[in-house]
């Protein structure tokens, strides 16, 4: 296990350099000039100190060193300075992150929750009511605008109803943690980006369920008299869920970038929040690192899933 | 894999009467098609929206006398009433037909959203194929591009694009392609390399064909059908994927209307006009509902033996 881990990780690397090329090409190209973006509407400056600044922040070097010298210093956790919070950009991200993922964690785990069932039961009643019913769920989730649905759960159950509040992580005042307070303002945001996991697992382990539903040992199963209960969970669910593994990649993917909308819909205080504020503050070094590390969580993410896999199919490992 | 049987006469082959002798592939999968209400009832919507699309111009001219820009402060934030057509939706803060906003919306959201997975089509299967064929260094560097551009959160992407760029609708569905490419990529690709050790295409290419005439007539015909299927349903994905970076404000910017920017301001006054809110989101929520069916049934038409899965 220990060495497919190794091999895994050596297997980000490539994707790693691939998004840090990506991401500083594309703010190099950017017609604006970082210093003037830096100083603002400070008139009493100098344009020898501008020129100072531009030697000090090493905007004068030859693009590859400038490359180099930018990587190195994210290995060392140091992203710059926020040109509009005058913060480390590192310190602002990791005030974020946990916000973010307390949204991850609760949408897979709604998700989880909710899909596997409903894919058990579209594969034991299919051609049914309920198996057309959650096909059409299925499609319907993929296709509703997610901030669309954000908007329509404020607007009625927050603003006309009341139910839940507006928006932000806490009432004011309150800062408990994982309390009730917070769990009531967590449900709008995870309702709305679960949908779209919801949406995908069960028409994936559907298929599965029916694939191993007509194999021998199933029939063994039921026919040595074990109850339907236990045959379903014991035998076809164990071996049905493990290529709906790989499907997680799909859906925090989606989590992971639909972040970025729920965040600013339901006004939670996230990683992707703080990267649509910079975006907006045309807060570069900001952006960047969001992107960056919006990405790194991902391919994270995307390990953790494949070790998953290896762990629970241990075919996987040999390959 | 789904494709086996696919001729690359098919086109040429007249749609026989009776179906139990098949007429090749794209007749059989019309006749499948018509005989598919649910796919029927989407294609019908969806024909519709992009005939009222295309008519926008005389619409907004002859019948709700209004053009998308008019502004009528009077006006402004009146309810949706059937006084006067183009009142059918109401007004915004400038006192601008909802309606006719609507139209022009659905022009920018079709059109990028076709451009898009144009785009994607070409890119995704001249990739993939070239890939899947050639294997060795070219298939490490596009195994890497998708693998790559799979782990950056594609609206992050596009956000950090949006500041540096302002982007007209033609090069915005040209980026939105740019990057949609790598479901049909890794799709062709697979199917490539399990084309390439056929009996057919080892035997064309022992009589001489050229590599370039091998992908051309013997592997993309083979899966060109589920090609297509794919691009359909990626003109769902991108209209969702424009309407929400537009909606950030890093899209398609006022005052050309999109159904994305229309909800920003939307939610902008939320409080005095809650019903400005509805019709642009249930606009990319039934198109991009009737793609996906659409999609849907032309995989079942194109192959039914996927349909009992």
Redesign the interface.
């Known amino acids: 296990m220990g060495r497919y881990i190794l091999r895994r990780l050596g297997q980000a690397i490539p994707t790693l350099i691939g998004i840090l090329v990506l991401t500083f090409a594309l703010t190099r190209l950017s017609p604006s000039d970082p210093i003037q973006l830096m100083l603002g509407g400070q008139y009493d400056i100098t344009p020898e100190d501008r020129i100072a600044l531009r030697e000090s922040l090493g905007l004068n070097d030859p693009l590859p060193l400038q490359f180099i010298k930018w990587v190195w210093a994210i290995l060392h956790l140091d992203f710059g300075q926020s040109f509009y919070y005058h913060r480390p950009v590192m310190d602002l991200i990791l005030e974020r992150v946990p916000n973010s993922l307390q949204i991850s964690i609760a949408a897979l785990l709604v998700t989880v929750a909710i899909g596997i069932p409903l894919g058990v039961i579209a594969a034991l009643r299919r051609g049914h009511i309920e198996d057309h019913g959650i096909r059409i769920f299925s499609v319907a989730g993929h296709a509703i605008p997610q901030f669309w649905l954000g908007l329509m759960f404020v607007l009625t159950l927050s603003v006309q109803l009341r139910w839940f509040p507006i928006g932000s992580m806490n009432a004011v005042g309150v800062d408990c943690g994982l309390c009730w307070d917070r769990i009531w303002h967590l449900i709008g945001p995870v309702a709305v980006i679960s949908i779209a996991g919801i949406a995908n697992l069960p028409r994936i382990l559907r298929t599965e369920v029916l694939e191993v539903i007509s194999q021998d040992y199933v029939r063994t199963a039921r026919s040595k008299g074990l109850r339907e209960k236990a045959v379903i969970a014991g035998h076809v669910l164990r071996n049905a869920l493990i290529p709906v593994v790989t499907s997680f990649g799909t859906i925090l993917l989606v989590f992971f970038s639909g972040a970025l909308i729920i965040e600013r819909v339901f006004n939670w205080p996230g990683l992707g929040r703080l990267t649509f504020e910079a975006a907006v503050n045309k807060d570069y070094p900001l952006v960047q690192a969001g992107v960056v590390i919006s990405s790194v969580l991902l391919i994270f993410s995307y390990l953790l899933r494949d070790i998953a896999y290896a762990w629970v199919d241990p075919r996987i490992k040999a390959l | 894999m789904a494709t086996d049987a696919v001729t690359t006469t098919a086109a040429r082959v007249r749609p026989a009467e009776v179906r139990n002798v098949s007429a090749g592939l794209w007749s059989d999968a019309l006749w499948r098609l018509r005989h598919d209400p649910t796919t029927v009832a989407a294609l019908v919507v969806l024909g519709t929206m992009v005939a009222l699309a295309l008519a926008a111009d005389l619409l907004a001219e002859n019948f709700f006398h209004r053009a998308f820009s008019d502004q009528d402060i009077l006006s402004n934030y009146s309810k949706p009433s059937g006084a006067e057509p183009w009142l059918w939706l109401g007004t915004d803060e400038l006192g601008r037909s909802q309606a006719v906003r609507l139209l022009y919306g659905a022009r920018v959201s079709l059109f990028i959203g076709s451009l898009g997975a144009l785009t994607a089509l070409v890119l995704g299967l001249g990739m993939g194929v070239t890939a899947g064929y050639f294997r060795g260094r070219w298939d490490d560097v596009v195994v ?2 998708v ?2 551009l ?8 596009l ?6 760029f302002r982007l007209a609708p033609l090069p915005f569905a040209l980026l939105l392609g740019g990057l949609g490419w790598l479901g049909i990529a890794n799709y062709a690709r697979g199917q490539t390399i399990a084309l390439r050790e056929r009996e057919y295409v080892v035997a064309a290419r022992i009589v001489g064909c050229t590599a370039v005439r091998l992908m051309v007539r013997h592997i993309v015909p083979n899966i060109i059908p589920l090609m297509i299927v794919l691009a359909m349903i990626e003109v ?1 994905t991108l209209i ?1 994927v424009e ?2 970076i537009s ?4 899209g398609i910017q006022p005052p050309t209307p999109s159904w994305g920017n229309m ?1 920003t301001n ?2 902008q006054y ?2 005095k006009a ?1 019903y400005l ?1 509805y019709p ?2 249930i606009a ?2 039934v198109t ?2 009737c ?3 659409v999609g ?1 049934g032309l995989r079942d038409a194109l192959d039914p033996r996927l349909k009992s ?1």
């Open positions: 890497w591009l693998t790559t799979n782990s950056i959160p594609l609206l992050f992407l956000l950090i694009i949006g500041v540096l769902g969702l309407s929400a909606f950030i404000g890093f909800l939307a939610a939320l409080g809650p809110i642009p989101g990319v929520f991009v509902l793609l996906y069916l849907d899965r």
